[in-house]
DNA sequence: CGCATAGTCGAGTGATCCAGTCAAGTATCC
DNA sequence: GGATACTTGACTGGATCACTCGACTATGCG
């Protein structure tokens, strides 16, 4: 069970934006030279973002992307359900018609939904703020204050 | 991100198993039967629990398997890492190497981890035996006592 | 208006993994 | 020794991943 490269990267290139509100729409080919992301593969990422309503896309020269919605207000649980779709499915192979023993299915069901419910709660509880306070504060040390 | 049907396969295998403590080896066919499972599949998966040290089998006629520690002292999250190897991997691309903004990846991370280990802990919180009440408590309306 | 820039979209590809199938082998008990 | 039962490995069609590529479209500037 794994989490793809594209919630990393989708969820990076949402950090790569939050770090640079205000400044205007940041262009995809720049947050691919910050975070080394394949460009065409980034562009595709970008899109679903963009669908999932998590950033806005201004095209044409000086065009670029920038978040929808302030960084306290996307959570990482909104970037990986519009990266990859729900979170901890079970697809049960090719039986799932075979009405044997239904009662010990429910019951690993149960488990995998209470799963489930503990880690987008997780999930939920951290926002794009969050992670870029937790960054600055990393890098504290070496910060000037006026 | 899911989880595959060899979880769920395998953890229906173990709480057959668990159900039927001490009435000898449980054959394979008998849980095919009962779980509607496809045995040769089946049988792929009770190797994969036997090599983690979950079940034990018995060969020869008369054969089959069964739990080699009580069902309070096996957990889901023993199954599933018996099954699926490790929770939440991010094997992150081709670009894993690119030295570009290591932090930002660095933070992604974290929070991956982090929910690994709530999921760990979850799962390593609910045992066998659990569920065997579980599913007993369900129908004890139809119960009878001595 | 025309052109370069920049973002959008969809098709395609090799690699890997799933879920299952099949055939052959091996151990055990009667 | 033979039937039973579990073991093992090879294989397959389909799906998904992580890109790659090429064409399309919208925009702003001269």
Same mark, same amino acid.
């Given at each position: 069970? %794994?989490? +793809?490269?594209?919630?990393?990267? =989708? ?16 262009? @995809? ?30 095209? =044409? ?5 920038? !978040?929808?919605?302030?960084? &306290?207000?996307?959570? /990482? ?5 519009? $990266?990859?779709?729900?979170? !901890?499915?079970?697809? +049960?192979?090719?039986?799932? $018609? ?12 149960? /488990?995998?939904?209470?799963? %489930? ?7 939920? &509880?951290?926002? $794009?703020?969050? !992670?870029?306070? %937790?960054?600055?504060?990393? @890098? ?7």
């Amino acid at each position: 069970m %794994r989490i +793809s490269s594209k919630g990393e990267y =989708g969820l990076r290139a949402l950090l790569d934006l939050a770090q640079r509100v205000g400044e205007g729409p940041i262009q @995809s080919h720049d947050i691919h030279l910050r975070q080394g992301i394949d460009e065409n593969y980034l562009n595709q990422i970008l899109i679903l973002l963009r669908r999932a309503g998590l950033i806005e896309s201004i095209r =044409g020269p000086q065009g670029g992307h920038r !978040l929808a919605r302030p960084p &306290s207000q996307i959570t /990482v649980l909104d970037a990986l359900l519009a $990266l990859e779709g729900p979170l !901890l499915t079970f697809d +049960s192979g090719r039986d799932a $018609l075979t009405p044997t023993e239904p009662m010990d299915r429910n019951l690993v069901r149960e /488990v995998w939904d209470g799963a %489930r419910e503990i880690l987008e709660r997780y999930l939920a &509880s951290i926002t $794009l703020e969050d !992670l870029c306070q %937790r960054k600055a504060q990393r @890098s504290g040390a070496m910060m000037y204050y006026i």
